[in-house]
RNA sequence: CGCGGGGUAGAGCAGUUCGGUAGCUCGUCGGGCUCAUAACCCGGAGGUCGAGGGUUCAAGUCCCUCCCCCGCAA
């Protein structure tokens, strides 16, 4: 006799975790994203990622606005015997958190306690890690705070960015998530309480966080780049930079001077310590392309600055 | 009807305003030069200018239709 299960989840990562709900046989009674949002180029309503999965697979669909609102009289009449959560976006209540009498399993892409909010793969990237993995946690009213049932580590690639490795985290995470419900099933699923001695909580990024600072070093710019990819994009000015390398360099230029910028060298920038060397970029309008690439039919003036000056500030 | 940029040689671009022999940088091929190079010199190959139709003596360029790609915004 299968779990009665209710998914939540709205973006990609959420997709493996149902898939693999659906794949082991579990009865998913239900499944809840964000309400259906006019996005991409022309202002289509496009259906969520989770959305379509469920579609696909004729389940039934539910988009409150607010859950702890809206949410629960639906909830309650499907009556799970567990919630499970991915990506949902929605804080959840003590009243909803109540309805599955198993309670709410959720898959953070993090190693609990550490990296707890809403971006954990990017804040990761961007600070340098060098191992991070997924955890399987009781869902309680904090955020990412409850009990950590099951956890995985997983070394970053190098030059893994975080479209990359939110991907390689979901599919892991759909995995520990049917190994923690088999574990639940049986009675003998491990439990334990949150070190808050150890705990981190990093925010959501925001296009604003979006700028570049050049008198970080070469290789925090590097992390950066990577750990703002694919969004919201790591910005220098007109441009932006999809991968990058650290080199070593030495010079008194000020740092977001472009040392050298053509097609044979590629592009480079001083950064506070050494230089970065620009691999992949965008430029506003264009398609990403290599940089040398983009130097052959443009030109950027070795010398100058690779942002405006005010943008150096802060 | 959310706003906007674009499709020209293998790559990245200019040329389109105001129709008149298809250009640039890089790559590639051949030759030369150098102790050496992200070096330099000489020469060559490579393009149905996104597709279709129209106007014209003449269309990459003007008119109409369509296809595809991308940025902002989310």
Known sequence: MSLRVVFMGTPDYGVPSLEALIAAGYDVAGVFCQPDKPSGRGKKIAFCPVKQCAVAHGIPVFQPVKTRVDGVEPLRKLAPDLCVTAAFGHILSQE??????LGTVNVHASLLPAYRGSAPVNWALINGEMVTGVTTMMTDKGMDTGDILMQREVAVEPGENAGALVDRLARMGA??????????ENGDCPRRKQDEALASYYPLLKKEMSRMDFTKTAKQLCDFVRGMNPWPGAYAGAYKVLEARAEDWNGNEAPGAVLRADPKAGLWIRAG????????????????????????????ETGARIAPEETDAE
Not at 175 to 184: D, F, N
């Open 175 to 184: 995995e520990l998530l049917i190994e923690t419900l088999r574990a639940i």
């Open 273 to 300: 310590e050494g230089a970065l060397n620009v691999l992949r970029m965008q430029a506003a309008g264009g398609k990403p392309m290599d940089a040398r690439d983009y130097l052959r039919g443009h030109q950027i």
């Open 96 to 101: 909803v958190l109540d309805i599955p009498r």
